[in-house]
Each structure stands twice: as C-alpha cells, then as structure tokens.
C-alpha cells in the first residue's frame, strides 16, 4: 500500500481528522514522510512541530521560518512559550521575524500575537499586517501610542483586513474618527475591556450604523455605553451580526431592552455575550423573546430573577434554538424543577455549576437525561451530587459525551464507579472530575488520568483498566508506598502511554517499575518527572527507558552530569525520538538530532561537545546560559563544524574560543544557522566577523558588545552576502542613526531577501 502514488495518498489522508494524522506520523518513517506534506497541513492553525509534542525551545533559537510553510494560520504561541524561560529579547527577535514573514508571505492570512509585548516593535510592520491580512489579532499585547495610532489609522484603507481584536488594550488615547473609520470597514471588531471613553463609544456606534457587513462586535467591559443616549443601542444591532458582547457593561435596563427588542428581529444571533450584567429590572418577556434566538447564550454570574429564569427556560424549550448556555453562578434554586430538566435537555451544551440547584432538582435533571436528550456537555459542578443516587448519576453521565464533575463532594468510590461505568459506555468522551479524567481518544482507546488515588481505589482502578484496553494512563501525584507495586506493574504492560509524574515510590518499588518498563514493547510516551532518582544506577534507569520514544525526566535530582551521561547513551537508541531531562533535552526528526543544554559547567558542555563531534546524526545544538569558558577551543572548532545550526546564547566564550568557532563557520559550507547573542564578540576581527557570514542564512549577534568598526564591517558582509537571510544586531548602545550607520544599514535593508533586526 505504501506503494500507491503521492497523490493517491492525499487524497486518502485529507478525510483525517488532525487527531488521526497526528498518530500516523508516528507509524513509520514511510508514513511521517507521506503525512508530513505540505498540502496536507494548509489549514493547519498549530505547528506541525507542537502537534507532534516535540520541544518547541529548537524555534526559539534558531531563529527559523520554515515550519511556517504555506500555514495560512500563525498564533506566537506555538513558538513562544513563557515557561521555558526564554530570553525577553530573543522573544523579541522570534516577533519581529514572525511579523516579517506574515507581511511578505502570500499564503499567511491569519496571525495571532495575542499577549506578545510590541512596543518599539516597528510600526512598519504592523502596518503591513493590517494592511495585507485578513485576521489580525493583538489581545493583551503591549504597544507605544505612536505604533497603535498608525495601526488603527491603516486599518479603513486597507482591503484585505476583516477581523481585528483589539481587546484588553489601553486605546484611549485614540482619536475617536479613526475607531469610527475602523468600524464602518470591517466584519468583525473586538474592542472588550479595552478603556474607551463615552466619545469613542458613540463613534464606534454611529461606525456599525454605516456598515452593512459587520457580523461581530466586541464592546464587553465598556462601562462609557450607558451614558449613551438609549436610542444609540438600535445602532449597535447590524442586520447581518451574528455575534455580540456586552459582558460587564451595567447598561441601564431601558438600553439592554431596545437592544433585546432589535436581537428578536433577527432570524437567530450566533452568540451573546452578557456575563456580569444586572438584568433584574428589565421586562421579562422581552428578555425572554430575545435571549431565546440566541445559539450561544452566555450569562455566567448575571443577575436575573426566578421570573426572568422561568420565562426564558420556558422560551427556549418552546423555541430550540438554543444550542449552548452558559449559567454560571445564576442562581437556579427556585426553579420549577421539570421546567428546568425539561428545557435543559432541548441544550447540546450545558453550564450549571454553582447554581444552587437543590437535590431535587438534580435528580429530575438526570432522569431527563437518563431517558434521553439532546444534551451532550453537561458542567455540573455542585457539591449537592454527594446526595443524588450514585447509580442514577452513572447511568445519565455515561449517556452523555463530555462531563464536568468538579467541587462535587463525591466520595472515592462514587467517582471510582463513575470510572468504571464511563470505560463501558459507547457514548462518554470526556469524563472530568476531582483527581480523575477519562479521554476516549478513539472507539477502542481511553486515555485515564487519574491523581492522587488512595489503595482502595488503586487496587480496584487498575486491573479495571487493563481488561478495558486502556492504552493510556496518567497516574501522577499518587502515593504507592502503602501498595503491592505488582498492581501496578501487572496492568502496564500493554500501555502505549504511562505517567507516573510526581508520584511516590519507595526505591525497590522504583526498580521493580524500572523493570517492567523495560519489557513494555508497546511503551510510546513515558513521563516520570518528579520522582526521586537519587542513588539509582544509571544503567538501570537507561536500560528502561532505552526503547521509549518520548521520555521525560525532569526534576528527577539526577544531577546535571548524570544527565548528559545518560544523553549519551540514548543517543545509541534507534527508537528514542524525544528525552527531556532538567537541563538537558535532545529530539529526533526527519533523521536529525538537536541537543539542547543549559546551566552546563564546562566538563559537562565537553562531553556535549563531544558527543557532537562524534555522531554525525547530531546537527543542531542549542546551548544557553552554560559556562563554555573552558572548554577546548580545537573541540569546539570541530564541533561546530559538523553542525548545521549552533546556538551559544550567553555561554562566557572567550575570544580565543570565538576565534575557532568563526573560523569553522568561514570554513564550513554546510552550517547555516549561528547564534553568538550575549557573549562578548568585541575583542575579534572583523574580517573573521565577515568571513564566518559568507555562507550562513541566519546569524545572531544580539547583545554582542560589537563596536561601531564592527558594526560598518558586518553591515558590508550582510550585503555582499549571496546567502544570508536573517541578521539579529539589537545591540544596545549602538547608535544606528549615525550618519555611517545609518547608510549602511538602510543600504542592507533594501536587498532583498535579507531582514535586519535593529533596535
């Protein structure tokens, strides 16, 4: 079969949800290399690097774009993550070159940089996102008056741009015409929480009232609407809007009742947002009429009284149009309780926690479920289920598809039996409660978490879970010092995937385990962190996790040196695709290994080193914050020279060691990426500067210390190169406006296919 023509296979692979291809890449080399294809991953908003669980911390530093390719949907978070620690200003440069890249690639129409800090950022750049994307979104990020003002004011003259969301910035200081501007163009605009004064409200209003197009307006939070005169709000409602938010804006009762009267003219309202309003005073039945043509209703902590609740629940069990509610904190004690059942049932997707809801009424409600409905997600989270019939609760939860059962009071064995049943139920697909999760990734697999178990149910769970075919389990935070460790290793044999993160075992039940990992042929994904290694034999620990794909270590007290001794003997695993230890970690793909270390002192790094001199399969290293100083420059050198992308990011280089890796670098044709940020490159040559830049596509250089002969040189090199691509020179204290500087950088920023970073 894997014979069959590429296209043939396209073809066959496009029907795949993102979930089944994801596990295809991971059968064979022939299959990862089919289903890695381009055109199969278009629409494709994550990277196929996170899709695969892989460390993204190898984008970071290398600064490179080609994971990117032909996504039509970018989100800075899949290459920034803040818990990896990354430094602020290579954060930076990943950014810019993100932005860069979403301006001049045709395929890039959404990009999200949602929290991301964009002051001094460039506003040339966000111009041209606004300018040529069709989604653009800027949540809680930080940007300059100066930058924002431009943003906002390209957003009516641009023709591409659609959707923006603006929220949870300061925009106060705008000119309240450019918002207006904004509004008449585009089809979907949020602007929640985003600090908008009584002026800029009423030309946001009078912006929607020009555009026929808008289907989507975000005004949640903006407490300035209710000075607005109340005939306004007939003008916030478009004949073609879909979706509205109004959470936390208090308007007045008579202003939410025009608005009502005007939702009741549409043929439905997709979603409606209204949390944290009071609602008490406005007409019930006005309320109920609109509220009911709603598919998407969100009330969470919403003031409304018994009549309000009863009249819209009796609405919608009329209507059925409702699809989603969101309930939250409203409370529901004094509802008739078959009307609530009775309306809730006609719902696919329920909130309920912390309504109040009484015994009575949950018992009703789960009979209505137990007898059938349309409901498939129930949250229900209160602590009045420790009450309600355990057998009853099974049945209507296992009828369901995804369950929320947190902050119940339900005892151990309820939720065990509640475990028990979802494993037998055709129709459960996500069970959530306290210290248990049950996921059914497919028809006959169930990924189990389940914390914090005490023996009882550790000894009645597991042997359950093995005769259902779990394939899955995640037993972090358990405590298996009081129990036979052989319930345990009895059940885990068949496990495709198994974390023990954080649990407690005493050291000849940690071996025992050890062992039987070793024997589990089947064992794809393995995670141990937190579990005290101290003492044990390294040989033990390698041989268990030898034939394991993805390992995690972390927080394991191995010590620094015992895992880099340990990254060395994996290196010979021909299975092992992934091992995350504390400072070490090192990943496999398309016939390559990355290493990356950190906090290493220079015994350490030299056995890294050493072990990229000797295997040929290693081709990146990525080095941060490890003290290199000592460290043998001739090793480096030839390290170095059988990469094709090296990262030292602030490693204390001398400049003797300097020396030898960019003499490597003008030497070796096939590296392509170097980073040197954060070491002090002030004391080199700067025709070695030049030279080591001949071939590379990618060179960092941030906080480098270069002088301003430095600088003219580098400058000179970027533009005669016939390779480079990207140059990182954020360097402080360099002023880039001299008349020198200024020249030469203007004139390599005009070639093409080279981007500058500057300050």
């Known amino acids: 079969m894997l014979s069959l023509p590429p296209e043939v296979w396209h073809l066959i692979l496009s029907y795949l949800q993102m979930q089944d291809l994801k596990r295809l890449l991971l059968v064979c080399k022939d299959l990862a290399s089919i289903g890695s294809r381009d055109r199969l991953w278009r629409d494709v908003g994550l990277s196929r690097h996170k899709l695969l669980k892989q460390d993204v911390e190898e984008e970071l530093a290398m600064i490179k774009m080609d994971r990117f390719s032909r996504m039509k949907k970018i989100d800075i978070k899949d290459y920034v993550n803040d818990s990896h620690g990354n430094d602020e200003a290579q954060t930076r440069t990943i950014i810019r070159n993100v932005l860069q890249y979403s301006c001049t690639m045709e395929h890039v129409r959404e990009l999200s940089l949602e929290d991301s800090n964009l002051v001094n950022i460039g506003p040339g750049l966000l111009t041209g996102c606004v300018l040529k994307l069709h989604t653009l979104n800027l949540r809680y990020c930080q940007l300059g008056k100066d930058d924002l003002l431009a ?52 030309s946001i209003i009078i912006g929607v009232r020009n555009n026929p197009h808008l289907i989507s307006l975000g005004m949640g939070g903006q407490e300035n609407l209710k000075h607005l005169p109340t005939e306004m709000m007939l003008d916030m409602i478009t ?55 709603v598919e998407e209703l969100g009330l969470m902590q919403t003031e409304l009284g018994e009549d309000q609740v009863e009249s819209l629940l009796g609405q919608i069990l009329k209507k059925q149009n409702t699809k989603e509610v969101n309930l939250y904190e409203v409370n529901l004690s004094d509802v008739d309780k ?49 009450k309600v019939d355990p057998q009853l609760l099974c049945e209507a939860v296992t009828s369901l598809e995804y369950v929320y059962l947190l902050n119940t009071g339900l005892e151990r064995k309820v939720v065990t039996q509640l475990v028990l049943q979802g494993l037998k139920s055709r129709r459960l697909k996500y069970l959530l409660g306290n210290g248990i999760r049950l996921s059914n990734i497919s028809p006959e697999t169930f990924h189990i978490l389940s914390a914090n178990l005490d023996k009882e149910q550790i000894e009645q769970l597991l042997p359950e879970y093995a005769r259902a075919g779990v394939r899955e389990i995640k037993l972090n935070n358990t405590n298996f010092t009081q129990v036979d460790i052989r319930i345990l290793t009895q059940n885990i044999q068949n496990l495709t995937f198994l974390d023990l993160s954080f649990s ?20 794809q994904e393995l995670d141990l962190t937190g579990i005290d290694f101290g003492g044990m034999d390294l040989q033990v620990v390698k041989d268990s996790i030898f034939h394991v794909k993805k390992v995690l270590l972390e927080k394991n007290y ?42 290493l002192n220079s015994i350490e790094a030299t056995m890294v080193f050493e072990m990229v001199r000797d295997n040929p399969k290693v081709k990146e290293l990525i080095m941060t914050g490890d003290d290199l100083s000592k460290v043998d420059a001739n090793l480096l050198s030839c390290s170095v020279s059988t990469l094709r992308s090296v990262s030292l990011l602030g490693t204390h280089l001398t400049v003797n060691q300097l020396s030898s890796i960019l003499t490597a670098a003008a030497y070796c044709k096939h ?12 004391g080199l040559s700067s025709h070695l500067l030049v030279a080591a830049m001949a071939s590379l596509q990618v ?15 580098v400058l000179g090199g970027a533009t005669k190169s016939s390779t480079l691509r990207f140059i990182n020179l954020n360097l402080l204290g360099v002023d880039w406006s001299s008349a020198e500087l200024g020249t030469l950088l203007e004139e390599a920023k005009k070639k093409k296919g080279l981007y500058i970073n500057t300050y």
């Open 338 to 386: 078959s009307l609530l059942s009775e309306a809730v049932t006609t719902i696919q997707v329920v909130v309920l926690s912390c309504t109040s809801i009484t015994c009575d009424q949950i018992t009703s409600l789960l009979m209505a479920i137990r007898r059938g409905s349309r409901l498939r997600t129930l949250y229900l989270n209160q602590d009045q289920l420790n």
């Open 671 to 682: 590296l392509e990426s170097l980073n040197l940020s954060s070491n002090n490159l002030s």
């Open 239 to 293: 004949p073609k809007m879909k979706c509205l938010e109004l959470n936390g804006t208090n308007l007045t009762p008579n202003q939410m009742e025009v608005i009502f009267q005007q939702i009741s003219k549409l043929p439905v309202l997709t979603k409606l947002d209204l949390t944290r309003n009071i609602l008490t005073e406005v007409d019930k039945d006005i309320l109920a009429e609109a509220l009911s043509n």
């Open 699 to 713: 060179l960092g250089l941030e906080s480098s210390s270069l002088t301003q002969e430095q600088c003219r040189a």
């Open 504 to 523: 407690k075992l005493k050291k000849d039940q940690l071996i025992s385990l050890l062992y039987t990992i070793k024997n589990c042929k089947n064992l």
């Open 558 to 599: 191995l010590g620094k040196l015992s895992e880099v001794v340990l990254l060395k003997q994996c290196l010979q695993s021909s299975k092992m695709k992934y091992l995350s230890m504390h400072n070490v970690k090192m990943t496999y793909s398309n016939g390559e290994y990355c290493i990356h270390c950190e906090h």
């Open 151 to 202: 943003l906002v004011t390209n957003i009516h003259s641009s023709n591409n741009l659609k959707n923006i969301n603006l929220s949870c910035m300061d925009l106060s200081c705008l000119p309240p015409h450019l918002l207006q501007a904004a509004a008449e163009v585009l089809e979907e605009l949020s602007l929640n929480n985003s600090s908008l004064s009584v002026e800029q409200c009423k």
